[in-house]
């Protein structure tokens, strides 16, 4: 059923997962360098024409706002109760921020948190200072909590839809990545497996467009740092299911994608971390193309 597909059928009533695709390899748009204050960016949000971004392990417990010309930081927001022992992620679903105290490395985490508040509570171009409520949880299939660098039970990624909460696991031993949801609601809370699919590849960093239903996924190849990116569409939250494809990024090579989100209906930021070939830096890509809007097969759907 997806156009997009190699053996696309016109015909076609319902997905049976066959579909195949040709390898693409994409180049999104350079724009800037970083500034130090962000090197460990990790997660991106987009709100008030300003793009929002977090260090990573061990760094304050602060969003900056980049003014999107300069990329400089414009704005501090401190979150006042809350600590970065790992912040991996930060969404926006319109009306709250949730921010991603879920990273894993080691396996042995029972601490997870998201913390939440509501985005009215940024003042207009100051910094601030902000109470949060938080989201404890765990993961309902994990049970080995001992420490270890090989396992599949480290989170980098999630989004927010209308009514859930969903989390992208990052696969160090198997490359796979497994679809978790939560609800909204803060206290503590079990995560349960919903979907997954073969990423060939660490998930880093996601965002959900409510406006066009297209997820876009942003990881790298572990050990050969190598960039991709997924572009979901047609996402049906009841049924769990979306078309879409991978889109690789070797020109990158040795770049440690991070952070990304949507600016607009297919355009998005994505972020990359300092890592020992490239400084932080900042790059845009246009998606559009990537998503299926032949007539025939919305008809279908």
């Not at 609800?183 to 997954?196: D, L, P």
């Not at 049924?239 to 355009?267: K, S, V, W």
Request: aromatic residues 14%; glycine residues 8%.
């Amino acid at each position: 059923m997806d156009c997009l597909a190699k053996n696309y059928n016109t015909r076609a009533v319902s997905d049976d997962g066959s579909c195949a695709y040709s390898t693409v390899i994409f180049n999104p748009e350079f724009l800037s360098l970083l500034p130090k204050e962000v090197d460990e960016t990790s997660g991106l949000f987009f709100y008030g024409g300003k793009l929002w971004t977090h260090n990573d392990s061990g760094g304050e417990p602060i969003l900056y706002a980049l003014d999107t010309s300069t990329f400089d930081a414009a704005q501090r927001v401190t979150l006042s109760n809350a600590n970065n022992v790992d912040w991996e992620d930060v969404c926006f679903d319109g009306l709250t921020v949730f921010v991603g105290d879920f990273g894993n490395n080691m396996g042995a985490r029972d601490d997870l948190k998201i913390y939440t508040f509501s985005v009215q509570g940024i003042p207009d171009g100051r910094d601030a200072l902000l109470t949060v409520d938080t989201i404890s949880f765990e993961f309902a299939d994990q049970t080995d909590f001992s420490i270890r660098t090989v396992h599949d039970f480290d989170c980098e990624a999630m989004f927010a839809t209308e009514r859930y909460l969903y989390l992208f696991s990052k696969g160090w031993e198997t490359g796979t990545t497994r679809l978790y949801r939560l609800s909204k609601q803060a206290g503590h809370q079990v995560a349960e497996v919903v979907n997954w699919f073969d990423s060939k590849g660490l998930v880093t960093g996601a965002d959900y467009n409510p406006e066009t239903g297209v997820i876009a996924i942003v990881g790298y190849v572990n050990k050969i740092w190598e960039p991709f990116l997924f572009v979901l569409y047609d996402f049906d939250e009841e049924a769990l299911t979306a078309h879409g494809r991978r889109l690789d990024m070797p020109n990158l090579m040795g770049t440690q994608t991070e952070g990304i989100c949507f600016i607009d209906a297919y355009r998005c930021y994505i972020s990359a971390e300092t890592s020992p070939a490239f400084s932080t830096r900042i790059f845009r890509a246009d998606l559009k193309k990537w998503t299926c809007k032949d007539e025939k097969a919305e008809e279908k759907r």
